[in-house]
Structures are given as C-alpha cells and as structure tokens.
C-alpha cells in the first residue's frame, strides 16, 4: 500500500461510499460555533454514538458501513463533517494550531444542538484525536470512546510519512479521483497541503505534542483498536495512548491497516457494539 496516502483517504479510494438507503437516514445542517456543520443521523436507540471521520474526510465517505449497520434499535447514529470537509462548507478548512480543539468543541456543541444528553465517540484517524480532546475536555458529556488510527504526538518518522502527501498531483489516479469529486481539484489539493503544514506544527512542539497532555484527563470507558499492518500511523501510538489513558483497552487486529472499520467492517461493528453495550 502506497505511503503517501493521507489519514482518510484509504476509505474513499479502496471503498467508494456505500449506498445508503434515504428512508432510513436523515441529512441536514445546524448552526454551530458561527459556522453550518451537515450531519447524518440513523437510528432510534436510547444511546447516541457521534462518528468523527479523519483528514478530509465525511461522515458518508469514511462511515458507509457503520451507518448502515450499527444496531438501529440501541443506537442513534450521527456522523459529521467537521467545518470545511464534506458538506459542512462554507467555511474553507483551515488549520491553526488549536484545529483539533476547535473540532472537538463543534463535535460536542452540534451533538448538545440536536438535544442528545451524553454521547459515545467513534473516531477514525484524526478524527480519533478529535475524540480523544473532547472525552478530556468533556468528561461529564463522553459515555464511551473507541478510537483507531490516532495519536498524540508527532515523531520523526510520522514527518516523513506527512512529507510524501503535499503535491497531489503526484498522487495516482485512482486516490485523487474520489477526492476530486468530492471537493473539485482545486480545493482537494490546497486544503491537502494546509492539512500537511497543520499537522507538521505540532513536531515543532515539546514532544512533539498534538494531546498527549490531556490523556491522563480521560475518563470514559475507552477501547483502542489499531491494525498491525497499518502503513501510516505506527503501533507505538496506539502503546502511548493505552498507557497514559486509564483503564483502557487495546485491541488488535493482526491483519488491519488503517481503514481497518471498512476492510473488516463485521468484525469492527461487533467489537464496537459489544463495547459500547
């Protein structure tokens, strides 16, 4: 698998959004923090689940397979596009140094803006960091959390990873092509490169730091999931977070990569479930 491809994209690329049936989704935007974040929403369970997809990422591209089927009648499924990505534009995306805090706060903000009381996190990649911030910052408001393909600091060897994603145009035609529908040419490929020099910011920090700060802060029930074979985010940050977030679990799956809730959706959906549960 090529290693240039960035945190989410292996969803929209290897697995085109999956079709799903309108009468038993709902889709629509609300004003959040000054800005109109679109979401979906699934499901009539007592328990609220938010899933928080990664780097250009939406809700439909990154979360077909959860959407569809997560347990409707125990949970009530909402899946976002955080401000810039997917259909929560304007604004465009851009990335100062608090981008991860902002998201977590419009994430908690939209899920208290249509009513739900506490909720449980889902969160795929930078989307996993986003959940991460707000179970610290929100402890009273996070039920319970399952993340995959996150971490909390940036090291050298992530920057090396970073450094192949600038020029999409050196990407191959089959990953931009989604991408390109999605968003137009022109936007893809500026908002990949603002995303790069955002998330390069943090190697410049003290350890590398994006939340490592915050993790003994947690304290929902958390489950960590990571692949084995994970190309872009390496074993040692699922390590780091099972061990500065107390009472965690690590599970692992020895032939994930990191789209690993999409290439092994069945088995994901039932460890999740079963968690959550």
């Not at 997917?86 to 998201?103: I, Y």
Request: net charge neutral.
């Amino acid at each position: 698998m090529p290693r240039n491809l960035p945190y989410s994209l292996l969803s929209s690329h290897l697995f085109p959004p999956f079709q799903i049936k309108h009468t038993s989704i709902t889709s629509a935007k609300v004003a959040v923090n000054g800005v109109h974040l679109h979401y979906q929403q699934t499901g009539e369970g007592d328990h609220a689940v938010l899933l928080l997809p990664g780097m250009l990422g939406s809700g439909e591209t990154d979360f077909g397979p959860q959407l569809k089927n997560l347990n409707k009648k125990l949970f009530t499924v909402v899946a976002w596009d955080p401000r810039g990505y997917g259909r929560s534009k304007p604004p465009d995306r851009d990335f100062p140094v608090d981008f991860f805090e902002r998201d977590a706060k419009d994430a908690v903000d939209l899920m208290k803006a249509l009513k739900f009381k506490k909720v449980s996190l889902l969160g795929w990649s930078d989307g996993g960091i986003t959940a991460l911030i707000a179970a610290a910052k929100y402890p009273s408001y996070i039920h319970k959390m399952v993340i995959w393909g996150a971490n909390a600091y940036v090291t050298d060897e992530d920057s090396m990873i970073y450094e192949g994603r600038f020029y999409v145009s050196k990407w191959s035609e089959r990953t931009r092509k989604p991408l390109e529908a999605l968003y137009g040419y022109d936007y893809f490929a500026r908002t990949c490169e603002k995303w790069v020099d955002g998330i390069s910011q943090f190697k410049l920090l003290p350890d590398g730091n994006i939340c490592r700060h915050l993790l003994p802060q947690v304290q929902c029930p958390t489950l960590i999931v990571h692949g084995e074979k994970d190309p872009l985010v390496p074993r040692f940050h699922a390590d780091f977070i099972h061990e500065h977030v107390k009472g965690s679990r690590l599970h692992l799956m020895p032939e994930g990569k990191h789209n690993l809730h999409l290439r092994f959706a069945d088995e994901f959906n039932k460890l999740a479930e079963d968690f959550l549960q």
